[in-house]
């Protein structure tokens, strides 16, 4: 082989990988226009067929037939013959530009008589359920004999630390794109596509992650890169003056907050692998602020290695271990103080020949930049760095485990194709978590017996194989049903594989592996029993974190970046804290097996001190989160009142009342809106020298257009009871308005739901949210299927998952054990 090119031993060793992109192509053209069930189909023809004779048909005979009916039908379009078909795209096109014609008042015309806008509002609204299911049935596989739904990134990686014992570090520039999205969820089958890049990063991961797991290479030379104050400072050309001078171990680097004087320090990393990083420091906090926190940042992968509050007294400098993966390369470090505040670097020092490097806090000359007052006391957050070592790649054995797992006969075996056949039916039944069949192994020991033609040894040989069970759509793929065998159920192989990635987002264990091997996963105790153990499982971690980032949209978090004029105390610790608390809050009711309830409103969070800062909230110290008991002066509770909630449905310069309206609608309620007309205008800006005046009071005045008031009367309650939290979630009663005239004016966030009911504040929305606890379990389980399956859920889907928003009920809406009612039941083991 290594007469080959590179791009030639590719091509012949992976012809069908070449080929996967179009495969998948044509594969998901075909998932894209599969239609529901036959139930599913018959089921939602009813609910449409009611709907269309009893709200559309009336009202297209009362404004529409004149001009689109049997005797004229302008445009091509005829509304009293009009059906509703998922499976054409001209059909539904048609529905949508009804629906946005009427929303936008272009239909009927001006001279005609105009519609009621409740009636137009129950149009709409029907129109867009009918597009929001055909849009399910198109990313829903339900009814097709073989489904190939794709990992994420995410699940890639897992699978590859599970499977090699190695980390592939996705996110880094030579890893994975980034995966796209259907209304929050990252795993849907039909939108995960493959494209040749993919393929191309497919490839070259994995041969990077067989270089690291096999051992085919002398053992790597573990090492110790220590970086001393001159290292660190770039002032190693002034160490034997100051060694000279006797004073070289007191010698430490000084990191204001946001310091931006330190040169980045390349760190060269010659064999790829887990390295242990130590950090050697004291952090030293002003009474009256935070502690400095030190960040060191990867700038050419845009990776944070390490990142901490620092608290250690100046003479008693405190050791920070932590591990790490690190590709091979020359990685420029940022070694950053990242506390906020102002960055004093220039009274740093006055130039001289020879650097004035810290030498203790009273060694300070006058025109040195002072940290303490004259009682020694600390006037800013600091840090004072006195190393950092870097020690690896750490190998806890040779061979590695991984290794010796693959070969498993050991140095003495009999290094024959007989025994790379067994190496590769072990390995494929792992790597594609099924059993293997005897054609597809053939084809595999055809290319180790190639690879040996051509020169490579029995191992390197084997690799070659190696890389193509990697490659191959058994590996990126959830693969579901057989085409020659096709089953309305799972087998307990593949129910074992939806099974973990909904769970651990990663590969089946081995005790998996043994109930589909025995038959026995399906059986009712035994799942039961399983949900159980997994939810236990460190790995379930996974779920707890990846799930509501998806459900509630966290990856807008910081996608319009605050204004740091009109936000100035807004960072990425900052932006990181809020995102922890939800997913940490999620992770706590999940492990409490606590109710949904809790999600909705609650007298605790989780925090940390950064957040509580924040939150005004006093008596939490230290970067780690712990569970905070709230009173009702601090205005928050349960996930609408996170930060992170609040902060997405903004712009990063003022909340957006109809944004976070439209969210609840979607999120909580589970009944999204119809979409926005085209051309919308903006809130109108007024006058320089008219009073200021309240965004609730430009949304009032933009209802007055009767046509707007049908959907907004809906939405905007929903948004405008939380106007009392500006655009990164901080409490206020006054809403800051830079233009105009007099005072800020003062906030009103009472409001009247669309059912009459009203409200004073978000405290009494949350409070009717938990009076309709049922729809809103029902919305969530919807959700949670929709993650589970990797699909869109359709009308048959929902109505199979009644039972369990029944069972919620009745079990105060428990979420682990929802979890466990999804996974036993019926929809969840169906393809």
Known sequence: ????????????????????????????????????????????????????????KPFFEENCTTCHGEKKHKGDLRVDTLTIDFDSPKIMGHWEEIMNRIN???MPPDDEKRPKPDDIAKVAEWIAGQLREA?????????????FRKLTREEYANTIRDLLGVTFDVTDPSGLPEDPDWHGIQRIGSVLTLSPTHVEKYMAAAETVLNEALSLKPQPKRDVIHWSPFDIRGWKGFEKEYQARGMAEKVRVDLVPNNGALDDKTLEIKTAGEYIVRVKASGMRPTWGPAPRLRLYAADIGRTLFEKDIEAPENQPATFEFRTHLPVGQHPIHIVNSVPGPNPEARRSRASGTPNVFTGLQSRVPWQMKFTDDDGKPILSFILLDSIEWEGPIVDSWPTATHQQIFFGGENATKDLSYAREILTRF?????????????VDRLVKLVAKAQELGDDFNSSVKTALLAVLCSKNMLYIVEGKATAPSPKLTDWELASRLSYFLWSTMPDEHLFALARENKLHEPGTLHTEV??????????????????????????????????????????????????????????????GSLREFLDSDWTLLNERLAIFYDIDSVHGDTFRRVALKPEDHRGGLLTQAAVLSLTSDGTRHRPVHRGVWVLESIIGKP????????PALSTP?????????????????SDANCNACHRKIDPLGIAFDNYDAIGHWRTVETVPNGTGADPALDPSGELSDGRKFADAKELKKLLLDDTDKFASAFVEKLATYALRRGTTFTD??????????????????????????TSELFQQR
């Open 673 to 680: 809106p119809p979409p926005p007309p085209a051309n919308v």
């Open 104 to 106: 936008s008042g272009d």
């Open 687 to 703: 006058a320089a020298n008219a009073p200021k005046t309240t965004v609730r009071a430009k949304l009032e005045a933009h209802r």
């Open 428 to 440: 494929a039944t792992r790597a594609w978590r099924r059993p293997v069949r005897d054609a597809e």
């Open 1 to 56: 082989m290594r007469f080959l090119t590179k791009e030639k031993r590719s091509a012949r060793i992976f012809p069908s990988v070449h080929r996967l992109a179009k495969f998948t192509s044509k594969v998901f053209t075909l998932a894209g226009l599969a239609s529901l069930g036959l139930a599913g189909r018959a089921d939602a023809a009813v609910q449409a067929a009611a709907g269309l004779d009893s709200v559309v």
């Open 798 to 823: 929902r109505t199979g998952l009644k039972p369990v928003v029944e069972k919620a009920r009745a079990d105060g809406y428990k979420l682990s054990s929802i979890v466990e009612s999804v996974v």
């Open 135 to 147: 849009d399910s049935a198109k990313n829903s596989s339900a009814g097709e004999r073989v489904a």
């Open 532 to 593: 159980r153990r997994m939810l236990q499982d460190p790995k379930a971690k996974e779920f707890a974190e990846s799930f509501p980032r998806q459900w509630l949209q966290l990856r807008r978090v910081g996608m319009f970046p605050p204004d740091k004029v009109l936000y100035p105390d807004y960072d990425e610790y900052l932006e990181k804290s809020m995102i922890d608390e939800t997913v940490g809050y999620f992770g706590d009711v999940l492990k409490r097996n």
